[in-house]
């Protein structure tokens, strides 16, 4: 089963607007990432926090984390219409495995 | 260029016959993952191989098969046992290590008719 679970399913908000993803996971993270998806396409690699980091940002991307709470954020400010993707958090525990929730699609209107 | 490729960028299959998805990257890396995605869903793991001539199954093996002979491939093999084949595929590779940031090919999209 998936361990990390995204929130909103979907997402729809006007261009240069903040955008507010959550990702939601079960048990113990050495580290948590986010993806993004175009359509039709590979997961491209966006950003990554470690289990002892509380917030790291990359550009317009913002990305917290909570381990107390088992859950992650990911805001993306001043969004653009090329922004449009899904977006997948994947949770990385002991072992060898990411797991990745059931991601956000986003959409960003001109 | 570095990178990972993947052909065909479609496939149709019919139904009983096997069909082999191909994965080949240059980016040095040990690890090697095959994903299955379905429209509107995440990724579920198939198989993955952290080193040459070694592999473990993921959540959905049933049906799938996979062979690691050289470092820079990981061809997946959809047998006829899978009964719903009709999928897109990731293939993806990462270091062994964590944090085990994950590239991925831009996926074969299988048809079965």
Redesign the interface.
């Known amino acids: 089963?998936?361990q990390g679970e995204e929130d909103p399913q979907a997402l729809s908000i006007q261009e240069g607007e903040n955008a507010t993803m959550n990702c939601s996971y079960k048990t113990s993270i050495?580290?948590l990432?986010w993806?993004r998806q175009n359509s039709?396409?590979?997961?491209?690699?966006l950003i990554?926090i470690?289990s002892n980091e509380r917030e790291k940002h990359s550009g317009r991307l913002r990305v917290t984390l909570d381990t107390s709470k088992k859950s992650s954020s990911l805001l993306i400010t001043a969004s653009r219409a090329a922004d449009t993707a899904s977006y997948?958090c994947?949770t990385?525990a002991s072992g060898?495995?990411?797991?990745?929730?059931?991601?956000t699609?986003l959409t960003v209107n001109p | 260029d570095g990178g990972i490729t993947q052909s065909p960028k479609y496939l149709f299959r019919k139904e009983g016959q096997n069909v082999t998805l191909s994965c080949e990257q240059n980016l040095n890396h040990d690890a090697m993952y095959w994903y299955r995605q379905d429209p509107g869903q995440g990724l579920r793991l198939i198989y993955y191989s952290q080193i040459v001539n070694d592999f473990q199954k993921g959540d959905i093996a049933e049906g799938y098969s996979v062979s690691r002979e050289k470092k820079e491939s990981f061809p997946l093999t959809v047998t006829s046992a899978q009964k719903n084949p009709t999928a897109f595929y990731l293939c993806a590779s990462s270091i062994p290590l964590a944090p085990r940031t994950q590239y991925f090919g831009p996926g074969t999209r299988l048809t079965v008719l």
């Open positions: 089963s998936q050495n580290n990432q993806y039709g396409r590979g997961l491209v690699h990554l470690r997948f994947a990385v060898s495995r990411l797991t990745f929730g059931e991601g699609q």
